[in-house]
């Protein structure tokens, strides 16, 4: 038995004999849709997100594409239920996971009733954020522009606003400026992205906040701490599976493998004397005790799984898979 939840995931809910779960009627004049989150790496995606919904269920990092599957983040207000759809950056890929995380992104701009294409506001509209743009011209889906990161814009920033309010412009997109980071702007964006959806259906139950498994986000929260200690040397070759989970009153056992494509990386994650694995177990068990506000004992293995980026049926088996 757990104790106090802090993040309400999919797997706190009983369901019915027939599968589903009981959600209330929403009130009248309530809306409802599903809002893309769609940009470049880096942009700050994941962290807009963790910040909209009030609890950290995506990773974030300084490296890039670190977000890979179609993670959704759900808000419910008296108004409204927003169902944030947060998706790999849109980039060149460079191999079969690279395709699959693109395709994806791809996909959900057709799949939600509003697009917000987040782009770095303290540096001037780029060639990647100009074929996103192309990419959502394409689309019938409704987009707005979201600046991010104004905290960080210098003073003499007037011409890296005007590069994106440019674009906006010329597509006839609305605008917001904020920070993910300070929290600005953030009431603002929320009313505007209200504003654009249609009268519906509560989707979720109104306490929700993801409709992720707590595996996948241990998984994740476990992915991110490599991310943060290794950097560039080991980070986007690395598939973490969840092996295990045993809960009793007192603790939460996890047991995970950490998979990675080589020899050499497999040196880096565990370390002299085992120290860079019992760094990432320190970091990422106090993460995942966060996650169900209780007490966790966490096991990592690592695992060398040989291209396991290139191959269909190994991405597959890890969980990346082309989203219908």
Not at 29 to 57: A, C, E, H, W, Y
Request: net charge negative; with cysteine; proline share 5%.
């Amino acid at each position: 038995m757990k104790v106090e939840q802090k993040v309400t995931s999919i797997d706190d809910y009983t369901f019915s004999f027939s599968g589903e779960v009981t959600i209330p009627e929403a009130p009248p004049d309530f809306k409802s849709g599903f809002i893309g989150i769609i940009g470049r790496p880096n942009v700050g995606k994941s962290t807009l997100m963790n910040q909209l919904v009030g609890q950290k269920i995506a990773i974030t990092s300084p490296v890039a594409q670190t977000t890979r599957n179609r993670l959704r983040g759900i808000l419910t207000t008296s108004q409204a239920q927003l169902i944030f759809v947060d998706t790999p950056g849109i980039h060149k890929p460079h191999h079969q996971l690279g395709e699959v995380l693109v395709q994806n992104a791809k996909i959900a701009i057709e799949s939600v009733d509003v697009v917000l294409f987040v782009v770095d506001g303290a540096v001037a509209c780029g060639a990647g954020d100009r074929y996103i743009a192309d990419l959502l011209t394409r689309s019938k889906t409704p987009v707005i522009i979201g600046a991010n990161k104004i905290d960080q814009q210098p003073d003499d920033s007037q011409f890296l606003n005007d590069s994106y309010a440019e674009m906006a412009k010329s597509y006839e997109w609305e605008i917001v400026k904020f920070s993910a980071k300070t929290n600005a702007g953030l009431p603002q964006l929320q009313e505007l992205l209200i504003q654009h959806l249609e009268i519906g259906p509560l989707y979720y139950p109104p306490d929700l906040v993801t409709d992720q498994p707590e595996r996948f986000i241990m998984g994740e929260l476990i992915r991110e701490q490599i991310i943060l200690l290794t950097r560039e040397e080991v980070p986007h070759s690395v598939a973490i599976a969840i092996d295990q989970v045993e809960e009793t009153a007192n603790i939460t056992r996890v047991l995970a493998t950490i998979n990675v494509e080589r020899d050499s990386q497999k040196g880096i994650l565990i370390g002299k004397g085992g120290s860079m694995l019992k760094a990432i177990g320190s970091a990422a068990r106090e993460q995942i005790q966060k996650l169900i506000a209780g007490k966790v004992y966490l096991e990592l293995f690592v695992k060398v799984e040989p291209k396991w980026r290139q191959s269909r049926v190994s991405l597959a088996e890890l969980g990346y898979r082309v989203e219908e």
